[in-house]
């Protein structure tokens, strides 16, 4: 097992090495040509061999192969070993109604939270992770996992189309990732990422349903996007020309506000809750993911098994320098005969 990527240096040596010590030698003999007439050229190179330089130039060119092939890091005797995991159950509770392609965020909410939620990948480390959609209804996209890759590939399919049913049902979403998402092993070491406008909020379903999430140790940190004061209109594109306009009520533009009071209300009924403002703003949820989940408490998750390979690259840097020793010691010249 080599990184094949280094391997390609290999090129350098029949492209770019073997022309320079060519042009290096017909360079030099050109200059001798040039000082010096032809009889006094013969006496010069009268002690010279042209065999013992090649062999010099060759091992050269052997040891910086080896070279290039230590760095690909080459690698064998492959073995299994187990690996016992720990890390913490993140489930992202991603809104995805209509309001959420309000541009008051650029490109649009929902967007902006798809990069978060990108964000967030890149710095997870150990934990699994867990993703639902929510609007109307709620459905998981992603069971938990730590198949990162996975959850990348199922974010980019996620649009405000993907729910059948409009409107923010976000009590229903708390009460599926509490259900039927984190197992129901013990308490604690579980964390929900709600990233939502808050728009069309009914009731006190969500702070309910945050609240009987407390209760199995399962804290909520809510991200609140949008524009609380004016808020944003919400636009649609016909399908036939992609000409743009924006979402009407009876005649009426509809513009959509952030809701945070709910949102606050819910993160703080759940366990050690916490409401982010992002508001029109920027954020990052691989900052917050470090600064609030990595450093809490973890538990043993599956045990998985790693395949680990004997590092071999110190067998060719000794060949390397080997080559480079001897032609150090071999001398270009004639051996004088007594």
Known sequence: MVNEDYLLLLFIIPLLVIPLIIFSASRKAALL??????????????????????????????????II?????????????????RGRDVVVLLDISRSMLAEDLKPNRLERAKLAVKDLIEKIKGDRIGLVAFAGDAEVKCPLTQDYGFLRLVLDEITTKTSKRGGTNLGDAIR?????????SGKDFKDIILITDGGDLES??????AAAAGEQGIRII?????????????????????????????????????????????????????YIPVETGTFNLGEIYEGIIASSRKRNLEESERIEYEEKF?????????FLGIEAVISDKRRKKL
């Open 222 to 274: 809510a991200a609140g996007l949008g524009d609380k004061q004016q808020g944003a209109r919400i636009p649609i594109y016909d399908e036939d020309t992609g000409e743009k306009k924006f979402l009407e009520y009876n005649g009426n533009q509809v513009w959509s506000k952030l809701h945070d009071e709910t949102l606050r209300k819910t993160a703080m009924a759940s366990s050690k809750g916490k």
């Open 33 to 66: 040509r040039r000082a010096a007439d032809k009889n006094l050229t013969k006496y010069l190179n009268k002690d010279a061999a042209p065999s013992k330089r090649f062999t010099k130039w060759l091992l050269v060119i052997f040891a910086l192969a080896l």
């Open 314 to 322: 110190q067998i060719f840097l000794l060949g390397a320098f080997a």
């Open 176 to 184: 599926m990732a509490s259900e039927e998402v984190f197992d129901q």
């Open 204 to 209: 006190s379903m969500p702070v309910k349903a």
């Open 69 to 85: 092939t230590a760095l690909a890091r080459p690698r064998w005797n492959a073995s299994v070993k187990p690996v016992q995991n």
